[in-house]
T-cell receptor
């Protein structure tokens, strides 16, 4: 009965590879987010989607491409991985993307680039 | 200068102590969220507030919109409260995160 689930939990890969992280929520929310937490534990928004429509694209390199096939899913594809992409990526969801709605976070995907 | 500043960055206290974590922000906001990140990495939403005070159990959050300042208090702290607490104002349809306060409660 996991609310927001991300897969995989860990991802270790070589520089230059392409990889995807999947996110699914079963809360009936219509807004989903991707966040990046760097090595200093600082969280920053990357993307948000509302009803499959891109709302926020926070100056993320074009190598990162989110895809939302439906309201319950927001996947993140990363091309040509670089060392600086090593981080923990969190997916989250909320209702309506409103200020007073809590965001529910997945457990994170730890991406390590060799 | 970060848009969201938290203090202290690290806090170690004895079990039972009253804890205060402060957050100052410079962005315009609709509400402010407090989040807790467990040692295992999971993130949980604690509060959303845009005025006054909210209380959940031993946790109390206050905000002063005019002064752009919020505080998170923990009464009768317990070792299970050990975590990173993150202040995150919500404005322009997104959360902007503080650097977090690492709280350690010693039994």
């Amino acid at each position: 009965d996991t609310a927001v689930s991300q897969t995989p939990k860990y991802l270790v890969t070589q520089m230059g590879n392409d990889k995807s992280i999947k996110c699914e929520q079963n809360l009936g929310h219509d807004t989903m987010y991707w966040y990046k937490q760097d090595s200093k534990k600082f969280l920053k928004i990357m993307f948000s989607y509302n009803n499959k429509e891109l709302i926020i694209n926070e100056t993320v390199p074009n190598r990162f491409s989110p895809k939302s096939p439906d309201k319950a899913h927001l996947n993140l594809h990363i091309n040509s991985l670089e060392l600086g992409d090593s981080a923990v990526y969190f997916c989250a969801s909320s209702l309506g993307g409103r200020a007073h709605q809590p965001q529910h976070f997945g457990d994170g995907t730890r991406l390590s680039i060799l | 200068k970060n848009e969201v500043e938290q203090s202290p960055q690290n806090l170690t206290a004895q079990e039972g102590e009253f804890i205060t974590i402060n957050c100052s922000y410079s962005v315009g906001i609709s509400a402010l969220h407090w989040l807790q990140q467990h040692p295992g990495g999971g993130i949980v939403s604690l509060f959303m507030l845009s005025s006054g005070k909210k209380k959940h159990g031993r946790l109390i959050a206050t905000i002063n919109i005019q002064e752009k300042h919020s505080s998170l208090h923990i009464t009768a702290s317990h070792p299970r409260d050990s975590a990173v607490y993150i202040c995150a104002p919500f404005g322009n349809e997104k959360l902007t995160f503080g650097t977090g306060t690492r709280l350690t409660i010693i039994p």
